[in-house]
């Protein structure tokens, strides 16, 4: 299930494009490379670009990049943007230079709030990045809290960047395993202590897709244990009602009894047709009652800002790394296609350990 954010202004800044494309071309293999390493992989994708619609400022030269393949779940367009000093960008980026306000903040506030109904506060750090840029961090206000999101501005306040620019000649792999490494610790995870692969898996109690895909992993786990990891990394969105109650009432049972866990998750995919907002809380409290839980310390996590602000926290990185839909595998470093059932995410962890 797509992010209600990153499908809004995508369709936004798609619509305007020309029905008669131009030639296309194949891409510099460095910027081809980059691009792989930053969507999801399939075994079967055409990569190819073309003049891009949209005008950014000089110092930045763009291009639309379109990748089909057999599997819808790889296919796409996107804008590359690379920068006079070596950078390069993926995604699509907010025009802003004709939105309201007197302030690059205003602008980009204003830009969201008119294009897609998001309120969001920006903070910009005003030192120059190698590309021209300021670094922002965008705080989207949710009803549980601020999920800080990253990206970058044009200091002449033309164009906002969701995320950011690489370098190059960069590993994008190991840079997102990077930026996720804070919040793996007190993810719920199973399988190897030292392994040879970890798979990510971004999931949200909410999603009917998640719920399909929720055994994915029991076969590579029960095959693989010793040398593979299986990490759920929770990424509730916020156009869901209670995914993020869901996650936190999860992260309680975790923290006392990891086991319980995992069958937490298969009795709220069991049941994810039935639940709603207003009984997701009295579910899961009488889910940790019947697994004889601490139910004081069972409430004190529940209430807890650390594991809140933790997951809102989690989330805006993922966001802010290329995760632009749930369920999505992420298997050393590499956003790989699941296949049919999860044979394809099998098939390729087991390429990975031969």
Known sequence: MK???LSLFAALAFAAFADDAPATKPLDAKIDRLVRDSVTRCKEMTLTQEPSPMALPAKFNSMLITIKSP?????????GVTSRNGGFYLGVPWVIKDAEGKTLEDR??????????????PQIKHE???DGLYPVTLWQTTERGKMPMEGEVDIDGSVFFLGHF??????IKTARLKSFEPFIGNAPQEGASKPAVTVLEFSDFECPSCRHASGFLDPIISKYGDKVRYVRYDLPLTMHPWAFSAAI????????????????KKTIYENQEHLSAFMIDDFARNFAKDHELDMTKYEKDIASDDVKNELL???????SNDIRST????????????????????EYVASLLK
């Open 3 to 5: 992010s209600l954010i």
């Open 71 to 79: 599997r819808s779940l790889c296919e796409g367009q996107f804008i």
């Open 108 to 121: 980009i506030k204003n830009f969201a709030w008119q294009n897609m109904h998001e309120n969001f506060d």
């Open 128 to 130: 120059v990045t190698v």
């Open 166 to 171: 690489h370098r190059l000649t960069d590993d």
């Open 249 to 264: 009432a999860g992260r309680a049972i975790y923290r006392q009894k990891p086991a319980a866990f995992w069958d937490y």
């Open 313 to 319: 926290k989690a989330s805006g990185v993922a966001f």
């Open 327 to 346: 369920p999505t595998y992420i298997v050393n470093g590499v956003m790989v296609d699941p296949g049919e059932g999860g044979k394809g995410l099998e």
